[in-house]
Each structure stands twice: as C-alpha cells, then as structure tokens.
C-alpha cells in the first residue's frame, strides 16, 4: 500500500504562485500519476495528468500555460508548479498514482489533499 502526502498549499492573491509537492511513501516510479482538483460545491476535475518516466504530461484547459507539473522518481515526489492563480482555482488538490487497472477507479492510491484558495 502507498501512502501519498500532499503539502505546499496556502492562501496567495490573484496573479501570484504555489507549488505544490506529494511524496509518494513507496516507490511509483513505474506509474502515471496525476493532480485532481475540487472546489466548494463542485465535483472533482483532473488538473494534470504525468506518466512514469515525466515525459508526456497533460493539462485541462483552464490551466494550460500557467500550471506545470513534474516528478523526481529518485525522490518518488510529484510537483505542480502553479503561476497566475486565479480566483477560480481555489479548491483542494489532491494527487494521485498508479492508474487502477480494474478501471473501478482513476488511480489506485490517493492523498488527503491539500487546500489552495486565491483571493482577488
């Protein structure tokens, strides 16, 4: 069982950057992972999707161009680089790994999330 921590979340203004990081407390570096996202009120959205080796990485629109994610499989840490935060990114994020092969659910292993709210 992997246990995956998110941390690096906060309260920043509008136009400023987080980083968020998750370490993962067993070795995924054979597995895609990915950033989720739930605001007050709304279901949870993918935000980033990156696979095992940190070549192909993938984005929902409304972060294109601002929101950059990577991961350091020496460390078994996911990172997400948010720049130009807007109001409308306010949720919590929550990190992911390891696509679950039964298809029950997006991913296997999941963390306990972490709030980021930007205010105007």
């Known amino acids: 069982q992997v246990q995956l921590a998110e941390s690096g979340g906060g309260s920043v203004q509008a136009g400023g950057s987080l980083k968020l990081s998750c370490a993962a407390s067993?070795?995924?570096?054979?597995?895609?992972m990915g950033w989720y996202r739930q605001a007050p009120g709304k279901e949870r959205e993918l935000v980033s999707g990156?696979?095992?080796?940190?070549?192909?990485?993938s984005y929902t629109n409304s972060v294109k161009g601002r929101f950059t994610v990577s991961r350091d499989n020496a460390d078994n840490t996911q990172y997400l680089l948010m720049n130009g935060l807007k109001t409308e990114d306010t949720a919590v994020y929550y990190c992911?790994?390891?696509?679950?092969?039964?298809?029950?659910?997006?991913?296997?292993?999941w963390g306990q999330g972490t709030q980021v709210t930007v205010s105007s």
């Open positions: 067993g070795d995924i570096s054979s597995c895609g």
């Open positions: 990156i696979s095992s080796s940190g070549l192909s990485t």
């Open positions: 992911a790994a390891c696509r679950d092969p039964s298809g029950v659910r997006d991913y296997l292993y």
